[in-house]
């Protein structure tokens, strides 16, 4: 309360917010696990689950020869890794601390920086867990080679980039509608189980069937992705550009509505959630 403000330059205010950042990343990493260790086992066998259930079901139903000609592991990965990179961005940044929570009483905290904080948090949490599944998956199963490496990567921030912004739309509106957007959230996140379309190709779907997925711009990374994965498939029915469009769009819209629910914050918003 009496401690003088000493004016900062560009710089120094630029490290102090990257530092709060970084703070803010570990705290919101450790939140579902006091141990960051065993957060990330957990996130690990979360997706090698996902993984196993699929590749079982795939099998039992004769469903492989409908997939990709090549590594067949790699085509359920290519799907599941980018479908839970999406699902838990939206998660993350709609669930960050709002401009009514106790954390924005401390003076350098803001709601930009929670949200920057959850969105980071759970790309590192989901990068860290592609690169070590993907690891023991090469060197102890079986060596693998992914054609165009940093195009694939490409496909997978960008589907991190569009659940970041359809999360920061709801994180705008969960402050009026708490149980609209809780709901919202879970509906969404269950829908993209098959909506993604990481089971399958939109290549091999009908016309009829494809205006049910292309709406989605998860839809359309997962099958860009696997247009850099594999040599000899060559997505026909789905766009980069559309994805990368529609996260700017949403990205913007909820970033207009964050300011103008950031001006009207009460406290009484805190007791409703």
Known sequence: ??????????????????????????????????????????????????????????????????????????????????????????????????????????????TVVSVTASALGSLYMQLLTLVIVLFVYHVAITPFEVEYPFKAFGAFVLAWFTGVAIGVVLFALKPWFPSFVQIFTTIYQRANMIASGKMFVANALPSYMLAMFDWNPLFHCIDQSRGFVFVNYLPRNSSIEYPLIMGIIFLMLGLLGEFYTRQQASLSWEARR
Do not use: C, W
């Open 1 to 110: 309360m009496f401690q003088q403000v000493k004016p900062r330059s560009r710089t120094q205010s630029a490290f102090s917010i990257l530092e709060l950042i970084y703070h803010s990343i570990v705290r919101d990493v450790r939140k579902s696990h006091g141990n960051a260790l065993l957060a990330l086992v957990m996130n690990i066998l979360q997706a090698v689950i996902f993984i196993a259930a699929f590749y079982f079901m795939f099998s039992v139903l004769g469903l492989r020869g409908a997939a990709l000609r090549g590594d067949f592991l790699l085509y359920i990965m290519s799907g599941i890794f980018l479908f839970l990179t999406h699902i838990k961005a939206v998660g993350a940044v709609a669930g960050a601390e709002g401009p009514s929570s106790p954390m924005m009483k401390h003076a350098p905290m803001n």
